[in-house]
């Protein structure tokens, strides 16, 4: 559908997407038939039964449309009362996260038992956290043996490479993750009904910023032509190794040899791209002095402020829902990233000396199995880990952006599983942030820098 503006072309108007309670009830039906398998896998094949007590999973808030996650454990203890569960709030950003769970793990690593009020069974960990809990010592493998039958199969392969460290399977992944990009179709063309999604390389994109990005013209907002998230957090790094990768660099990391596979010249190239463009719009001013900004880049987008925008599909469904505000955001549509995405998402881990190792693996098991994964996305918005959902006819149909999705978490690379990595990212960043504000020029000593940080230093 379109709508004629005042001026110039037709304004296509993103479809909002609702959701039929006839499909929500399936969506339901659908999972409480899965958890009813997976009781009776358990009683079918002889195994111990389930530990009682309560479980405890630290997680990060669940910000999804009726919190999905919460729902999930809501079901699971109405079918497992004996063994309930529930989630311990942690801090909504990555690095925060991050710090909480630590401080988590190495007390109960230090003192295993002598708080069981705080203690944890199961940690919903960035991807990025995993094989920094397993190289300390705070995770207990999952038991593959005691899986149900396909179940690891089922999984995305980038998702599940990404519960891997060392050879061994240390968690399941709760939720993946792959940036898009969102592009204003008014402004850029919109792909018709049936079509390929448009493909935008770097120049393109750099190309079409530079002839429409700038001060706002007949009342309109100065517009930027490309928001990422390039504040001191996380999300740079996200996006500088985005940028590497894109101009062809494979590796960044040998994790057999803990060593940095730096090549300057192919590091630098596409920094330098971004660098040179800046002065004519290509992002706005302060671009690097706003941490967390995933929603800052949602608001500039909706409002008219970008013509691209890098973030998570999470953002296509605060886009196009019913209430969505401004009620009639700006026509856009998505397709792949100009180059790989860095995956994302969580995985979920025991915790090396909970009470209840067979309770928490069911439930973590239960939470990854195929209704549960198509639960968290038809409702929640969160990208699947399993193939067989990305494949779900149904979903395809109510949600023609899942087989895009299914590219891009496809096309996702995993960021380096080192024990150190947080150290790593935060001299990442920092050096691509400076080559940003510059020339494009990463520091002298940037790959003794980053070595050291993968020892710790």
């Known amino acids: 559908m379109t709508d004629p503006g005042p001026t110039g072309p037709p304004v296509v108007r993103p479809r909002r997407w609702r959701v039929p309670s006839g499909f929500l009830l399936g969506v339901a039906l659908g999972t409480a038939?899965?958890?009813?398998?997976?009781?009776?896998?358990?009683?079918?094949?002889?195994?111990?039964?389930?530990?009682?007590?309560?479980?405890?999973?630290?997680?990060?808030?669940?910000?999804s449309p009726g919190?999905?996650?919460?729902?999930?454990?809501?079901?699971?203890?109405?079918?497992?009362?004996?063994?309930?569960?529930?989630?311990?709030?942690?801090?909504?950003?990555t690095d925060q996260q991050h710090s909480e769970m630590a401080a988590v793990a190495q007390a109960q690593a230090t003192e295993p038992g002598q708080d069981p009020?705080?203690?944890?069974?199961?940690?919903?960990?960035?991807?990025?956290?995993?094989?920094?809990?397993?190289?300390?010592?705070?995770?207990?493998?999952?038991d593959e043996s005691r899986l149900g039958a396909g179940h690891l199969d089922a999984f995305v392969p980038q998702a599940l490479d990404g519960c891997r460290y060392q050879g061994s399977l240390w968690a399941l992944p709760f939720n993946t993750d792959a940036g898009l990009l969102f592009y204003r179709s008014d402004l850029l063309g919109a792909?018709?009904?049936?079509?390929?999604?448009?493909?935008?390389?770097?120049?393109?994109?750099?190309?079409?910023?530079?002839?429409?990005?700038?001060?706002?013209?007949?009342?309109?907002?100065?517009?930027?032509?490309?928001?990422?998230?390039?504040?001191?957090?996380?999300?740079?790094?996200?996006?500088?190794?985005?940028?590497?990768?894109?101009?062809?660099?494979?590796?960044?990391?040998?994790?057999?040899?803990?060593?940095?596979?730096?090549?300057?010249?192919?590091?630098?190239?596409?920094?330098?791209?971004?660098?040179?463009?800046?002065?004519?719009?290509?992002?706005?001013?302060?671009?690097?002095?706003?941490?967390g900004d995933e929603g800052r880049s949602l608001r500039d987008f909706r409002e008219g402020r970008a013509l691209f925008m890098r973030n998570w599909p999470l953002n296509y469904r605060s886009l196009t829902a019913a209430d969505a505000a401004p009620a009639a955001p700006v026509p856009f549509e998505v397709t792949l990233l100009p180059g790989p995405s860095a995956l994302g998402g969580q995985n979920l881990a025991i915790a090396k000396h909970t009470r209840q190792p067979?309770?928490?693996?069911?439930?973590?098991?239960?939470?990854?199995?195929?209704?549960?994964?198509?639960?968290?996305?038809?409702?929640?918005?969160?990208?699947?880990?399993?193939?067989?959902?990305?494949?779900?006819?149904?979903?395809?149909?109510?949600?023609?952006?899942?087989?895009?999705?299914?590219?891009?978490?496809?096309?996702?690379r995993i960021r380096p599983r080192v024990p150190h990595y947080f150290q790593f990212s935060r001299v990442f960043r920092?050096?691509?942030?400076?080559?940003?504000?510059?020339?494009?020029?990463?520091?002298?000593?940037?790959?003794?820098?980053?070595?050291?940080?993968?020892?710790?230093?």
């Open 358 to 412: 067979r309770a928490a693996q069911a439930l973590v098991e239960f939470l990854t199995r195929k209704e549960a994964q198509r639960k968290l996305f038809a409702l929640g918005g969160f990208a699947p880990t399993r193939a067989d959902v990305y494949a779900d006819p149904q979903l395809r149909e109510q949600f023609p952006y899942l087989p895009l999705l299914a590219d891009a978490v496809g096309q996702a």
């Open 67 to 93: 919190s999905q996650r919460d729902e999930l454990v809501k079901l699971w203890n109405e079918l497992h009362p004996e063994s309930p569960a529930r989630i311990r709030p942690a801090p909504v950003t």
């Open 117 to 142: 009020d705080n203690d944890v069974d199961i940690y919903n960990l960035d991807v990025t956290f995993t094989a920094e809990f397993a190289a300390a010592g705070y995770l207990r493998p999952i």
């Open 191 to 291: 792909a018709g009904p049936g079509s390929a999604h448009p493909r935008f390389d770097w120049d393109a994109v750099i190309d079409r910023g530079r002839a429409l990005a700038g001060p706002g013209r007949a009342g309109q907002p100065a517009m930027a032509g490309y928001v990422g998230q390039f504040g001191p957090y996380e999300g740079l790094t996200v996006n500088g190794m985005e940028l590497v990768w894109s101009a062809g660099v494979d590796q960044l990391v040998d994790e057999t040899q803990n060593r940095v596979v730096f090549e300057r010249e192919r590091w630098e190239r596409r920094l330098r791209d971004i660098a040179a463009a800046r002065p004519s719009g290509l992002l706005v001013g302060d671009a690097f002095a706003v941490p």
């Open 33 to 63: 038939v899965g958890v009813v398998a997976t009781v009776g896998w358990y009683a079918a094949t002889g195994e111990q039964p389930l530990e009682r007590g309560q479980l405890v999973i630290l997680s990060g808030k669940d910000t």
């Open 430 to 457: 920092e050096g691509v942030r400076r080559a940003l504000e510059g020339d494009g020029s990463l520091p002298e000593n940037f790959e003794a820098q980053l070595n050291q940080a993968l020892q710790g230093g």
